[in-house]
């Protein structure tokens, strides 16, 4: 606030205790001039929420948070509609202060939003104000996807399926969405804490936590009858992309050659005491000699070429990963997608789309 | 130190070069951003009346900075940077469209717009995007105060 102080409106509202108000994911600045003025956020819940700048003093900035559902995140950032309807739908708004430090204080919980701070009718996201990110959130479109479902399944794999594929959807959003700084940021914090297992789920809940619910993989329709469906709407991209992978290692010849590398690449980083699997939780070995260096950018290199992801190649480079870095996530991938494969393999799982009528037990 | 698009011996320190280079190395990703360079022409900003200084600060080093996350200042570039438009129309129409969705954006925005004639004295700027918006890392030395007049009241 730069100009002679001029007080803020008292609010009439429930104070709320700090501690119970949700964890809050920053996903993405929608309008910034000078710092960030209305952002998007992702509660711990996984429901969409908006931080609006609402008013200052001498002291403080106070903020609003409000939900904001998948179709109308959507609309807003087309301009199709106004923050106002979406401030007037929210079923509840949270207002928060932050001062020098920036911290979050004087939670509120209020029934409706204050008339002094209610955005206008005109208030669309018009393209002179949005940012790059806003723009770029709605460059990609959601369509369907059925994934076919045959056979004699059980509740574990009604579990695992979903969440196999979720994980590959997830690494796949953040590789083509390196350019948002959220996802850039939750890679590289994953990575410089990579511990054993732990680095690997991290990596994935990581990305689904920047992942905004228009880029998420919504269920539309779960049947199943021997065969069955799950109907996706998700962002079309990701689905290309794990079919592709799949294909690559589908067929048994090329399965067992990347298999063979797999079990090389482990056999590696036991013999060099390098850690950072599934199942260890050990701390992460750093100091690798320019040989080890060199071994591991091979490793790398024969990785990408068996999943046809030269791009991703460049990416990861670009946001200045390390050979080991760059193993450690594909062989997370790897992994998910191996287990993947064998629901494909068994004829319980197909890709994509329905099985036919008359396959099913 | 990192700078972009200048020759060697023109580069001059930023304002806030540290926290500009620690960006750089939390980030992975140059600060300014790759592409910035030295600007040459008319800019509009807004600004409060009477000018000061403070008009000129970025919002990293406001009191209180207008910043819903206390990481920001430590990963984002645009943090550290003033926001500027090429024209007075653009300038203009965009407060207007922001101020449509913050009614007290007066409050922390400004209340009217300057025109400054850039060079290589001020700092380092993004290209400007499609609607004219650009953000400029000012140098130590920028005389802001004698390359800015308040051109009046934004309506």
């Not at chain 1, 689904?208 to 998700?234: D, F, M, Q, W």
Request: aromatic share 10%; glycine share 6%.
């Amino acid at each position: 606030m730069m100009q002679a102080a001029v007080a803020m409106i008292p609010l009439n509202g429930r104070k709320v205790d700090a501690r119970s108000v949700p964890t809050y994911t920053w996903n993405a600045d929608l309008i910034y001039f000078d710092g960030p003025m209305l952002s998007l956020y992702k509660q711990d819940d996984g429901q969409d929420v908006l931080f609006a700048w609402l008013d200052c003093d001498d002291r403080k900035n106070r903020w609003s948070v409000f939900p904001i559902k998948r179709d109308e995140l959507r609309a807003y950032l087309l301009g199709e509609i106004s923050l106002r309807s979406i401030c007037l739908a929210a079923h509840s708004l949270l207002v928060f202060d932050t001062g020098v430090d920036c911290k979050r204080r004087n939670w509120i919980l209020l029934n409706r939003f204050p008339e002094e701070y209610l955005p206008a009718q005109s208030s669309f996201l018009k393209p002179e104000i949005a940012t790059a990110s806003a723009k770029r959130l709605v460059s990609d479109t959601p369509a369907d996807l059925v994934l076919g479902l045959n056979g004699e399944l059980y509740l574990e794999d009604l579990e695992g399926i979903p969440k196999l594929y979720q994980q590959l959807y997830s690494f796949h959003y953040g590789m083509e969405h390196m350019d948002r700084p959220a996802v850039k940021h939750t890679v590289q914090k994953t990575m410089e804490s990579w511990r054993g297992g732990i680095g690997a789920v991290n990596l994935f809940s990581g990305l689904r936590a920047v992942t905004p619910s228009i880029h998420r993989a919504r269920l539309k329709e779960l049947r199943y009858n021997s065969p069955g469906v799950i109907r996706l709407n998700l962002l079309p991209l990701m689905a290309e992309k794990i079919q592709t992978a799949m294909d690559a290692i589908i067929v048994d010849n090329a399965f067992n050659a990347i298999e063979i590398l797999y079990k090389r690449i482990y056999d590696y980083f036991r013999d060099h005491k390098i850690t950072g699997f599934d199942d260890e939780k050990s701390s992460v070995q750093l100091d690798l000699n320019d040989v080890q260096k060199k071994d591991l950018r091979y490793f790398v290199d024969e990785y990408f070429k068996h999943l046809g992801w030269a791009l991703y190649r460049e990416r990861f480079s670009a946001v200045g990963m390390t050979e080991i870095s760059q193993l450690r996530m594909l062989l997370a991938y790897y992994r998910r997608l191996r287990n993947l494969r064998k629901f494909v393999v068994a004829g319980k799982l197909k890709l994509d789309g329905e099985f036919p009528e008359d396959s099913g037990i | 130190m990192i700078l972009f698009g200048i020759p060697q011996t023109a580069r001059i320190v930023l304002l806030f070069q540290t926290e500009v280079d620690t960006v750089s190395q939390a980030t992975g990703a140059s600060c300014p951003p790759v592409g910035a360079s030295i600007p040459n022409g008319e800019a509009w900003r807004w600004v409060f009346a009477p000018m000061s200084e403070r008009c000129f600060s970025p919002v990293a080093v406001r009191n209180p900075p207008r910043l819903s996350r206390a990481k920001d200042a430590l990963e984002q570039c645009s943090c550290w940077g003033l926001s500027m438009h090429t024209s007075a129309n653009a300038s203009i129409a965009a407060f207007k469209a922001v101020e449509a969705i913050f009614p007290r954006a007066r409050k922390t925005l400004g209340t009217h717009v300057a025109v400054g004639q850039l060079d290589g004295t001020i700092g380092i700027a993004t290209p400007p995007d499609q609607h004219g918006h650009f953000d400029l890392h000012p140098y130590k030395s920028a005389p802001f105060l004698a390359a800015f007049q308040t051109a009046g009241v934004i309506p």
